[in-house]
């Protein structure tokens, strides 16, 4: 079944083009990774699906309902379709776990006491267990970029969206924010990436999709795209990579 | 020398041993410069011709004892005048603030409205303000009390503060990085809720020194309000000297009003710098 489908998709700032025609399909429980030099509109292309942009063509398809359509209300989509940041973006007036419960206590209108168990049961889940009260200046990285994976888990959302979110990590804590994403592929979440990581990408991805200038240049199961690109930029952008 | 200088606990490097000559020399310069420049005002203002006018004018030690107690009795006005002002300022400040960035096509004369507030009250000397709002209104012949300068005075010091509180509001609520609205929008939260439990809590504390110093001022402009006829401190003072034809209670209020406002700047001092060293 498709969940997320892309027909498309245009986005420009100004005369600046960052996503030039975009079609994407990504299935139930798929996990697909968008890899791409930087610039390449990978990015962009997230923040249009989570409707934080508005595109200029196209269309976006979420359970075959058009969620592009100009004057939407953006905020029922949003809260289908979880995000997650490059630089994590947690709320640093507010502790882990009042990161968590924001927003499932204002939109869903649940109260902290019915959340906290289940607050809890997911720090449990993540390795963050003792750490539910802290501020997030008082967590690393890899602990904050945790954090922000449950408090976006929390809206129970059907798709989720990863923004390079292991870039700006200590190379000694990418794995264990790589460990939830391997954890979530099996519970059968639905994920788009965008992502450096080539070796997580081609382990665990079920699909690759390689863009460069705001194009999808090749799309295929990861044995095709890392072990035989069809395409000539691909190799190159992989060979550069990969060095 | 050097014996003094290897006598302490541990043997002190090359690098302390320098930067202890480097402080005694400092300090042993500032001392000097310090003790010349106040020697010299000490021992030539005496010598002015006119000093000794200016001192019984102005230092009477006589005239200051007499009318302490009764300028501190008039500065209880200008506290109350402060303190009802205050959460008034803060409350239409904010309101201000957050009128002149609302997006609702129907609200747009409110937006309209924010920012020609904020433009006249800015622009306008706050005495003007209170002369115009404190003799204006109460001139329409309104009933008792609402004919009253305590109450219009203080209407026009609120409404040429929060023009000023507004903009401080607003410039705390620009520096709260656009990634925080993403993330908050992302997780499917109303504006409303983006701005009010994201965006304002991270705006208000980081404007809290730069307010602190509008309160300062504040405090010190309540004095303007002796223009249109309460009894504070000001017009205390101004009541002392015609009767004693001394200007020595006017160098009592200031003191009074410095005794309040250097430790209140001492304070948003601090919260200034330890709102620095968070950030760095």
């Known amino acids: ?243 | 020398m050097t014996e003094a200088r290897t006598r302490g606990p541990l043997p002190r490097t090359r690098r302390q041993i320098y930067e202890d000559r480097l402080r005694r020399r400092s300090l042993l310069i500032a001392g000097g410069s310090t003790a010349l420049v106040f020697g010299a005002l000490f021992l030539l203002i005496p010598l002015a011709p006119g000093w000794e006018k200016v001192q019984r004018v102005f230092f009477n030690g006589e005239v200051f004892a007499r009318t302490l107690p009764g300028l501190l009795e008039a500065f209880v006005l200008d506290v109350a005048i402060f303190a009802w002002s205050v959460p008034m300022i803060a409350v239409l400040g904010l309101l201000v603030a957050l009128a002149r960035d609302v997006s609702n096509p129907a609200l747009y004369p409110l937006r309209i409205f924010a920012t020609v507030f904020t433009d006249v009250f800015r622009g306008v000397p706050v005495v003007l303000t209170v002369y115009l709002i404190g003799f204006g209104i109460p001139g329409l012949g309104l009933p008792r009390p609402w004919n009253s300068p305590y109450i219009w005075g203080t209407v026009a010091l609120v409404l040429t503060y929060s023009a000023y509180v507004a903009e401080i509001f607003r410039s705390g609520i620009e520096s709260v990085h656009a990634s925080q609205r993403a993330a908050a929008q992302s997780l499917g939260l109303r504006d409303k809720d983006v701005m009010r439990y994201v965006i304002l809590p991270q705006a208000i504390r980081r404007v809290v020194p730069a307010q602190m110093n509008m309160l300062i001022a504040l405090q010190k402009d309540v004095a303007l309000l002796s223009f249109i006829g309460p009894v504070e401190i000001f017009r205390q003072a101004g009541v002392y000297k015609s009767l004693m034809a001394n200007f020595t209670p006017y160098v009592g209020a200031a003191l009074i009003f410095l005794a309040v406002t250097v430790p209140a700047t001492r304070y948003a001092d601090y919260l200034l710098a330890k709102q620095r060293r968070q950030r760095s």
């Not at chain 1, 069809?230 to 992989?238: D, I, Q, S």
Request: hydrophobic residues 40%; negative net charge; charged residues 25%.
């Open chain 1, 1 to 243: 079944m498709t969940k997320l489908r892309l027909d498309g998709v245009v986005k420009r700032f100004g005369a600046n083009t960052v996503c030039d025609g975009i079609d994407l399909e990504v299935e139930a429980g798929q996990m697909v990774c968008l890899i791409g030099a930087s610039g390449a509109g990978k990015s962009t292309l997230l923040r249009c699906i989570n409707l934080l942009e508005p595109i200029e063509e196209g269309a976006i398809w979420l359970d075959g309902e058009d969620i592009s359509i100009p004057g939407l209300d953006p905020q029922p989509v949003r809260t289908r379709i979880g995000m997650v940041f490059q630089s994590f973006n947690l709320f640093p007036h507010m502790t882990a776990a009042e990161n968590v419960m924001l927003a499932p206590r204002r939109v869903h209108g649940q109260s902290r006491d019915e959340l906290m168990p289940k607050v809890e049961e997911l720090f449990r889940r993540f390795g963050l267990g003792d750490r539910l009260h802290h501020y997030p200046d008082q967590l690393s990285g890899g602990q904050q970029q945790r954090v922000a994976i449950v408090r976006a888990l929390a809206m129970r959302p059907e798709v989720m969206l990863f923004d390079e979110v292991t870039s700006a990590l200590d190379p000694q804590l990418v794995g264990e924010v790589l460990d939830v994403l391997r954890v979530l592929k099996e519970e059968g979440m639905t994920m788009v990436l965008a992502t450096h990581e080539m070796g997580f990408a081609r382990e665990a991805a079920d699909k690759v999709c390689f863009l460069k200038d705001g194009r999808i240049v090749e799309e295929g199961p990861p044995s095709q795209i890392f072990g035989a690109p069809e395409r000539e930029e691909t190799r190159a952008f992989l060979a550069r990579t990969l060095k």
